[in-house]
């Protein structure tokens, strides 16, 4: 079956009859989910088969953003609330092997989640390496200040959503961290030089650059392209993604309605294709610029579509767990970091 090259969202609990032809006519590769889609698990699990019918694929991928914290779209009271990825980074300055296994518990907890209602990807772990005086668009997200911590703890981050049957969305490559705005916003530019980043924000990418998918960063790398951002750029997405960090998965952009990028809809998405990008991701459910992406959406086809092929073949049948003594020692990992810091 054919289909095209780009994830949508869609506008509420459930699908319109305008969303249902739109879906049926230009078959798009996956969905995503956001706040305004979720009620109750009977209400997500009925909106994802729905999705999965109206495109004609049982293995169409549902996407979410379920990090904990601050970015979780399913919460209380019919889901858990899980820590930030800072009580990962403060667990693993007290003993590493205690960050390292509340990421991997957190992490598998929420694959429970999502696996209970057939959603099957998250965007998650991020690599990104923030500094100081950085926006807080990151913030408590990140789990560390140095590459090889956030590597190490995004690793366990992606194992415990592999052994719960969910595919990782690596982000926001090649880094995030060093970015003065918030991209939702404007576009950030980054002065650092080329070694630096390679020494650093590069370098957290690197060593996860085996993870079977990928999402950009609307971020511009002044040393290497001072004109586009990476989402946009053929010299970021050639020379540092798929050449220096390695990255060799499914590369999809970033939000394609956020206001870093510049141009209509419509020109935005022929950048980000122009560039390199396998897929264009548009989330905010509106019709219109669902419209204006699918009309410069290619057919999904080449290496892009073996790329997806491949990132769907590498899930995996969650393994057994018990969910209870699971959570009870997430708890007491994080307890030991004082009662706030969920």
């Not at 010299?235 to 998965?249: C, D, K, L, N």
């Amino acid at each position: 079956m054919t289909m095209r090259a780009f994830i949508t969202g869609t506008s509420g609990l459930h699908l319109s009859e305008a969303e249902r032809d739109f879906i049926r006519d230009f078959r798009p590769w996956g969905f995503i989910l956001f706040k305004r889609n979720v009620q109750s698990p009977e209400q997500v699990t009925a909106l994802v088969q729905e999705l999965r019918n109206c495109v004609g694929r049982a293995d169409a991928p549902v996407l979410i953003d379920q990090e904990g914290g601050r970015v979780q779209r399913l919460g209380p009271p019919h889901w858990p609330s899980y820590p930030a990825g800072r009580v990962f980074d403060r667990l693993y300055d007290l003993d590493s092997a205690l960050g390292l296994r509340a990421a991997w518990l957190s992490a598998r907890l929420i694959a429970d989640d999502l696996h209970r209602l057939g959603i099957t990807v998250d965007c998650l772990p991020l690599a990104d390496v923030p500094v100081a005086g950085a926006d807080a668009v990151i913030g408590d997200r990140a789990y560390g200040t140095t590459p090889d911590k956030v590597a190490a703890i995004a690793r366990a981050v992606t194992e415990g959503l592999a052994q719960g049957g969910i595919l990782p969305v690596l982000k926001h490559i090649p880094g995030h961290g060093r970015a003065t705005a918030d991209t939702h916003v404007r576009l950030p530019t980054v002065d650092t030089p080329e070694a630096e980043l390679d020494a650093t924000d590069f370098a957290a990418f690197k060593a996860l650059a085996d993870l079977p998918m990928a999402m950009t960063a609307h971020v511009v790398f002044s040393a290497i392209d001072g004109a586009h951002p990476a989402t946009t750029s053929a010299t970021m997405i050639e020379r540092v993604i798929r050449a220096r960090i390695g990255f060799q998965g499914l590369l999809m952009s970033d939000d394609v309605s956020m206001n870093a990028l510049a141009g209509s809809i419509a020109e935005r998405t022929r950048a980000i294709f122009t560039a390199g990008c396998d897929m264009v991701l548009h989330c905010n459910g509106k019709l219109d610029e669902m419209q204006a992406v699918v009309a410069e959406t290619p057919e999904l086809a080449g290496e892009a579509l073996a790329r997806a092929d491949r990132a769907l073949a590498a899930r995996k049948a969650p393994a057994g767990f018990d969910r209870s003594a699971v959570r009870a020692e997430l708890d007491a990992l994080i307890n030991r970091l004082g009662p706030a810091s969920v």
